[in-house]
């Protein structure tokens, strides 16, 4: 599986980016989905997942405020970024595992990403 993450920029505080990851080479509908971000000099964290049936789950930190949701004819995932703050500033990469038993760990998913730069200036 490769997966292709696109939609990163520069915001200002309260503006909106949608980021977008395109999957190929596998069945994109049995893939577990998840963002995650790392920001400089910080741990990769977890952002937001959704299942294969549509279950979605958000860290606290952006729940309310980013949504994640997938097209599987599209074979793609997104995450909506709403009311964007200074702290959201990191590179998002999309992840992905057919099956997953703990969603926020990093090492649970097997495909990755490249990254895209988000940057939101106050």
């Known amino acids: 599986v490769q997966l292709q993450a696109s939609g990163g920029g520069s915001v200002q505080a309260g503006g909106s980016l949608r980021l977008s990851c395109a999957a190929s080479g596998g069945q994109f509908s049995r893939l577990f989905m998840g963002w995650f971000r790392q920001a400089p000099g910080k741990d990769r964290e977890f952002v937001a997942s959704?299942?294969?049936?549509?279950?979605?789950t958000y860290a606290d930190a952006v729940k309310g405020r980013f949504t994640i949701s997938r097209d599987n004819d599209k074979k793609t995932v997104f995450l909506q970024m709403n009311s964007l703050k200074p702290e959201d500033t990191a590179v998002y990469f999309c992840?992905?595992?057919?099956?997953?038993?703990?969603?926020?760990?990093?090492?649970?998913?097997?495909?990755w990403g490249q990254g895209t730069q988000v940057t939101v200036s106050s």
């Open positions: 992840a992905a595992h057919p099956v997953i038993y703990s969603i926020s760990t990093v090492s649970q998913y097997s495909y």
């Open positions: 959704i299942s294969r049936s549509f279950a979605t």
